[in-house]
């Protein structure tokens, strides 16, 4: 047998080999940034999971998606197809995937908390964040009978063993007496109760994620993960705009964060998945 043929073989086999334990959960051949799973929102997926949640699963672990992140079935009305906890958990474990973090609303944690973490508990979710404490234009009074709200709201969920978090929508983003809203939520809100998850697409309001991450470390623990085009004035997949991904997982890993979920529609969720696994940090 000749040299060629014999190393032609030895690849094949080695190949063939990594396939094997790939396809068997051994090993990742390529790596994810800062080791963590890929995830996905299925907030920008609602229309599928509405009509077949178990479809919607497959269809994200085929495209390497390895966890996901829900939205509560109590607040969100696309969601009240998932109200049976149990059964969320084991079809999201039969699809190879995880689910640690869901969006819930305010209105619910305020009318009813502990039926919230109820389903919360029965779902295999531990971290349950709130999209926003407000409307778009707050005094300083209400951001801080806002932040004292959601202190108490963030202690009742400490106590049943959650851990509770904000992410940033319009209050967050918005400026009050001349400081960023966000800035003073720093402030108010307890570091030890509240933990934050940074929506990559505020950068077009001026948020700089790696910025956050090296001022506030310790208090990040998530993102949402889109990518901003300058000219089009546009969310795109990951990796197709003007974000430094590399400057950003860096400072995510000195902040402490966890987990990331891409929020983008099905099409760039898979490319933004591509670029992911080729980004070397």
Not at 110 to 127: V, Y
Not at 228 to 245: E, F, L, N, Q
Request: proline share 3%; with cysteine; charged share 25%.
């Amino acid at each position: 047998m000749g040299a060629s043929r014999r190393e032609f073989l030895r690849h094949a086999t080695l190949d063939a080999v990594a396939a094997g334990l790939v396809a068997a959960g051994i090993v990742e051949l390529r790596a994810n940034p800062l080791g963590i799973p890929i995830g996905s929102q299925t907030w920008p997926h609602r229309a599928l999971l509405k009509q077949d949640f178990p479809a919607l699963l497959k269809r994200l672990a085929d495209i390497g998606i390895q966890r996901i992140e829900l939205c509560s079935p109590i607040g969100y009305e696309d969601f009240v197809g998932l109200s049976h906890g149990a059964e969320v958990r084991k079809l999201i474990a039969e699809h190879g995937l995880t689910c640690q973090s869901a969006h819930f609303s305010l209105e619910e944690l305020r009318k009813d908390q502990a039926a919230s973490i109820a389903w919360a508990k029965e779902a295999g979710i531990a971290e349950m964040f709130v999209a926003s404490l407000g409307g778009s234009h707050p005094t300083m009074d209400e951001v801080k009978r806002a932040a004292e709200e959601y202190n108490g709201i963030a202690a009742a969920a400490a106590k049943a063993g959650m851990q509770q978090g904000l992410h940033n929508e319009g209050f967050e983003v918005s400026t009050v007496d001349g400081r960023r809203t966000y800035d003073v939520l720093m402030e108010l809100l307890d570091p030890r109760l509240v933990k934050f998850q940074f929506q990559m697409s505020t950068i077009r309001n001026g948020f700089d994620a790696a910025e956050y991450f090296t001022k506030y470390p310790g208090r990040f623990i998530s993102m949402h993960l889109q990518d901003w085009s300058p000219a089009t004035k546009t969310t795109v997949a990951v990796g197709r705009g003007s974000i430094d991904w590399k400057k950003v997982f860096t400072a995510a890993k000195t902040a402490g964060v966890k987990s990331y979920y891409i929020e983008l529609d099905m099409e760039m969720t898979k490319d933004s998945v591509a670029f992911l696994r080729n980004l070397t940090v």
